[in-house]
């Protein structure tokens, strides 16, 4: 019982994803998504009535420190790793008038 | 035997007499890596001023304790060097994360993990290579090429910490930092006939850890023997302020482990009896056989169990780390590290910089992720998987309320050939079968060598225990290797 994911599907997890793929891409992924969630739809097979989701094996709680300000990374060093950086900022391009 | 082939705890005692000095041992195994490299490629950087460095000032801690200059004995890694999976950042050394997007990226600081290496006085041989940003089982995903398993350099040395693996395999390195979200410790560790451990989630900071799947990974070790195990379990361990997902308990004295040299009786052992997908190659089947009449030979009463949702566990895990994988690779963007290719506007840049960053399996598990999270999906996949989680979390406390640990395959064949299942990503996912439901319910294991099959490649062994148990494994599996010399075979790499 195949479940062949559309192109145009393909198309738009890729656009959530910020990622833009090739024609051959989109051809290549389709199939690949499609063979592995043929696979993965194994999961609604069980039982899971009454059972509650595990999102953390720790069963955590918050942890807290008191609201003291420590020395941090030196903005030099932060900004060590960008592309573009102008005065002490990150420089982006617009982020405005964008479709 | 050759000192590049000795174990951790043997050159630290050697360390500690003065008998060699660090220096001495780093050029060990730089000259080793000089000769191997070519063929093996287990680093992407290599960072040997920084290890000479590190090693002139580890001798001379180690010659103001032997001359009395000092009270304060160094740490048994002081000296020792290792090696450290390029996904975990060591401050001002490349991490690349096997990545073209991370490929000129340097961390101005050290992974808590790095740190307490650093401050314990180990050596920093360089960083290995890896599938991109851990998301593979062979390391054949990596920007930089394939490591090559120095059993065989046609094949795989098993991933995603396969540079990790073949580097101690290789006798490049007495000892090395991996990470395991699905397997990517212990399955390397076993195509390489080397000991792999992952401890239980918590036990080890994340802080520096490049994240995939953040409720998954876990730093771990690998190393030649199960004594050399616990020496680094014992530094890197422990609570961490940085990452609140560490257990805030402290760590039990691995060390004393070691003192055990009897025998395992009054430890139960579990057998599960029916296997998960896919079938086993009879070398390993047998392997693995041999090694419980082993345990039982040592004392060890065998116990069947069951784990009848293990059988989910493959889809329950690859929803779950692709969905946590799409949220955490998000922040690859071009804006703040990483590369950045510029187009006219935000969304441009955003679309160019991931597009050619990003190599082909990180796009698809992306793209997984993404699906699996999508409104009108996220129920049937995610939130299922989520369910599918308790379960099995619950098998294993039913099944631990019997039995002290459960033994059983670590990998359902060998190494692979290189290219050999690459184009086939389900084949590859299915190589993960045994170890990811021990990521799943967060527990730790170790994987031990066992064997070698008819072509002479590394089998390997998975014991697994109870959150916080690695004491009890390590114990075992100390207890196995005194009775057994698989982990003491060293591959035929030739000059």
Not at chain 2, 198 to 209: E, I, M
Not at chain 2, 386 to 408: M, N, W
Request: glycine share 8%; hydrophobic share 35%.
């Amino acid at each position: 019982m195949a479940s062949t994911i559309s192109t145009n599907e393909v198309v738009r997890i890729a656009q959530l994803a910020r990622l833009h793929l090739t024609e051959n891409e989109l051809k290549s992924f389709g199939k690949d998504l499609s063979e592995i969630l043929d696979y993965m739809n194994q999961i609604k097979k069980v039982d899971v009535s009454n059972v509650r989701p595990t999102d953390n094996t720790l069963y955590l709680h918050t942890i807290l420190r008191p609201d003291e300000a420590h020395p941090s990374l030196s903005i030099d060093k932060l900004l060590s790793n960008a592309a573009e950086v102008d005065n002490g900022y990150f420089s982006v391009p617009p982020v405005l008038g964008q479709n | 035997m050759d000192l590049a082939f000795q174990s951790l705890a043997r050159v630290s005692d050697l360390l500690s007499t003065g008998d060699i000095t660090s220096v001495e041992l780093t050029e060990v195994c730089l000259s080793q890596i000089n000769s191997f490299e070519s063929e093996v490629n287990a680093f992407v950087t290599i960072s040997s001023d920084l290890a000479m460095q590190q090693a002139t000032n580890a001798d001379i801690a180690w010659q103001n304790w032997i001359n009395g200059k000092s009270d304060q004995k160094p740490s048994p890694l002081n000296g020792v060097p290792l090696a450290i999976k390029d996904v975990i950042c060591v401050s001002d050394v490349v991490a690349s994360a096997g990545s073209m997007m991370l490929k000129e990226f340097v961390p101005p600081y050290d992974s808590t993990a790095s740190e307490r290496l650093r401050d314990a006085g180990a050596i920093f041989l360089g960083k290995t290579n890896t599938d991109e940003f851990a998301m593979g089982s062979s390391t054949e995903n990596s920007a930089f090429g394939p490591t090559h398993n120095p059993w065989d350099l046609n094949r795989v040395p098993g991933g995603s910490s396969g540079g990790s693996a073949a580097a101690v395999s290789a006798g490049m390195s007495y000892g090395a930092l991996g990470t395991d979200t699905g397997g990517s410790v212990r399955q390397p560790a076993a195509m390489c006939g080397v000991v792999g451990l992952k401890p239980t989630y918590g036990r080890v900071s994340r802080y520096g850890l490049i994240a995939f799947g953040s409720s998954l990974d876990q730093i771990g070790t690998l190393t030649r023997t199960v004594e050399d195990a616990a020496l680094l379990l014992q530094v890197i361990a422990g609570p961490d302020l940085k990452d609140s997902t560490t257990l805030q308990k402290k760590p039990p004295n691995y060390l004393e482990v070691l003192s055990r040299t009897d025998n395992l009786k009054g430890v139960r052992v579990g057998v599960e009896h029916e296997h998960t997908t896919g079938s086993l190659q009879p070398e390993v089947e047998k392997s693995v056989k041999d090694t419980i009449k082993t345990l039982k030979h040592l004392g060890a009463e065998i116990v069947s169990v069951q784990l009848p949702h293990t059988q989910h566990a493959l889809e329950a895990y690859y929803l779950i780390a692709n969905a946590e994988a799409s949220a955490n690779l998000a922040r690859y963007d071009g804006i703040r590290f990483g590369q950045r290719r510029t187009g006219n506007n935000l969304w441009e840049t955003y679309i160019n910089t991931r597009s050619n960053g990003f190599g082909k399996e990180v796009k698809r598990r992306i793209m997984l992720g993404t699906y699996a999270l999508t409104a009108g999906y996220y129920e049937d996949y995610y939130l299922n998987a989520q369910k599918v989680r308790t379960l099995v979390q619950k098998d294993f406390e039913l099944a631990f309320s019997k039995v002290d640990a459960i033994v059983g395959p670590v990998t359902p064949t060998t190494a692979f050939k290189i290219g050999e299942k690459i184009e086939d990503p389900l084949q590859m996912y299915l190589s993960d079968i045994f170890t990811l439901s021990g990521n799943l319910a967060g527990i730790p294991g170790i994987s031990l060598p066992c064997g070698f099959d008819q072509s002479g490649l590394p089998i390997g062994v998975q014991l697994l225990g109870p959150t916080c148990s690695e004491q009890q494994l390590l114990t075992v599996g100390h207890i196995y290797q005194q009775a057994t010399d698989w982990h003491k075979h060293i591959p035929g790499l030739e000059h």
